[in-house]
């Protein structure tokens, strides 16, 4: 048990729907981290946040948003879902600054299927 | 750009062979790198790194060695069993940002 919680495990929806997934962080990790994960585009980095704030941006898509709230957690907002979002979502969290030495720690992960 | 780059999978093993999956990377600087291991449907999880040339991380009977003069982070593990059936992920880091590779599936069979 790395330490990081994702909720919901699994959400089937259809196109055009918006969902939101959650990621609490292990204790005192103050960065989050979300991926996704599909078969065709492997593991992508979509954005981090640090203590509240956007720390970078990857291949993260105009319909899709993230925050990270005051008590750490971090929501990841889909929107206007295509068949194409069904993936698995990670979210990951490290002690800030320090990813680069001790690594992140990955939640379980969300699987989105949208039908 | 820094990236990651592993040998195809996927791997296919009998129990007790001994185990090497390549991992080379492409860096402007002197990165952290990583091994992570993903079983089948859990999230990804921290096997072993190194944060400068020569160390070498180690877990769970699988090793790396930080090969600046190869540019390589090669994974081995002496005797492999069914249970580390797996994907296996190389990745870089500067500060807080992983590169990954694209994974390298391990099948061993008994």
């Known amino acids: 048990d790395s330490g990081v919680t994702q909720t919901p495990k699994h959400l089937i929806t259809a196109t055009g729907q918006r969902v939101t997934l959650r990621c609490s962080p292990r204790?005192?990790?103050?960065?989050v981290y979300w991926y996704q994960q599909s078969l065709d585009q492997g593991l992508q980095f979509l954005i981090q946040?640090?203590?509240?704030?956007?720390?970078a941006k990857g291949n993260i898509l105009e319909r899709f948003s993230a925050q990270q709230f005051p008590d750490l957690h971090s929501e990841l907002n889909l929107s206007s879902l295509e068949l194409g979002d069904s993936a698995l979502y990670f979210c990951?969290?490290?002690?800030?600054?320090?990813?680069?030495?001790?690594?992140?720690?990955f939640g379980p992960g969300t699987r989105l299927t949208v039908l | 750009g820094d990236s990651v780059t592993q040998m195809e999978g996927p791997v296919t093993l009998s129990e007790e062979a001994f185990l090497t999956i390549n991992c080379t990377y492409t860096?402007?600087?002197?990165?952290?790198l990583f091994w992570y291991v993903q079983y089948p449907g859990e999230g990804l999880q921290l096997l072993l790194k190194?944060?400068?040339?020569?160390d070498k991380g180690s877990n769970k009977g699988f090793e790396a060695t930080y090969r600046k003069e190869t540019t390589s982070f090669h994974l081995e593990k002496g005797s492999v069993q069914v249970s580390d059936s797996a994907v296996y992920f190389c990745?870089?880091?500067?500060?807080?940002?992983?590169?990954f590779g694209t994974g390298t599936r391990l099948q061993v069979f008994p």
């Open positions: 990951a969290s490290s002690v800030g600054g320090l990813a680069g030495v001790k690594g992140q720690f």
């Open positions: 204790s005192g990790d103050l960065s």
């Open positions: 946040y640090y203590n509240g704030e956007e720390r």
């Open positions: 860096a402007t600087g002197y990165p952290s």
């Open positions: 190194a944060t400068k040339a020569d």
């Open positions: 990745a870089l880091s500067y500060t807080d940002k992983l590169i």
